[in-house]
T-cell receptor
């Protein structure tokens, strides 16, 4: 089956530790995105990448880092500099081919930092 | 900055009643997309509107894009319990590959 996988589903970390969230897609999509969702809130863009070895900051990139070494993979590292890291993290991808350019989302990772 | 506002934040309806959520942008949009997120799930694409004044229907769902391409609405006729979830609009500006998401409207349906 084609799709986006995120692991793990739930992640618990102590404050001060860096943590990396995995995102893999086998849809052959060019663009990939990371969003953060807080309870009762919309989705806020952290980083996005349109092509391998290139990525851009979104609206809330501070305290996060990414890499795009392979087309299929776009891992997100939540660093200790992120002041309020507890949230639901969603990865998405989309094609640059014919429209409607919908974004496909993974199941998400719920990160809790205490 | 670029913003997409969505109202209402919550809507609690009796099964069979209609439901509408509204989306407004501070700037002209190239297109607007709508997503549904079930409780505990991830957003799933519903539809994209591109043309000024465009109206699209999917069974009981009607989507509209305003003439000025700054607002949009989603109307559900005769809600069912399966409609429960949060509905998000998301707009694209210019040729950007970024989506600007609204804050979502959470729909609860009483059986």
């Amino acid at each position: 089956d084609g799709g986006i996988t995120q692991s793990p589903k739930y992640l618990f970390r102590k404050e001060g530790q860096n943590v990396t969230l995995s995102c893999e897609q086998n849809l052959n999509h060019d663009a990939m995105y990371w969003y953060r969702q807080d309870p009762g809130q919309g989705l806020r863009l952290i980083y996005y990448s349109q092509i391998v070895n290139d990525f851009q900051k979104g609206d809330i990139a501070e305290g996060y880092s990414v890499s795009r070494e392979k087309k299929e993979s776009f891992p997100l590292t939540v660093t200790s500099a992120q002041k309020n890291p507890t949230a639901f993290y969603l990865c998405a991808s989309r094609s640059f081919g014919g429209g409607p350019y919908e974004q496909y989302f993974g199941p998400g990772t719920r990160l809790t930092v205490t | 900055g670029q913003q997409v506002m969505q109202i209402p934040q919550y809507q609690h309806v009796q099964e069979g009643e209609d439901f509408t959520t509204y989306c407004n942008s501070s700037t002209t949009l190239s297109n607007i997309q709508w997503y549904k997120q079930r409780p505990g799930g991830h957003p799933v694409f519903l539809i994209q509107l591109v043309k000024s004044g465009e109206v699209k229907k999917q069974k009981r769902l009607t989507f509209q894009f305003g003439e000025a391409k700054k607002n949009s609405s989603l109307h559900i006729t005769a809600t069912q319990t399966t409609d429960v979830g949060t509905y998000f609009c998301a707009g694209t500006m210019d040729s950007s590959y970024k989506l600007i998401f609204g804050s979502g409207t959470r729909l609860l349906v009483r059986p």
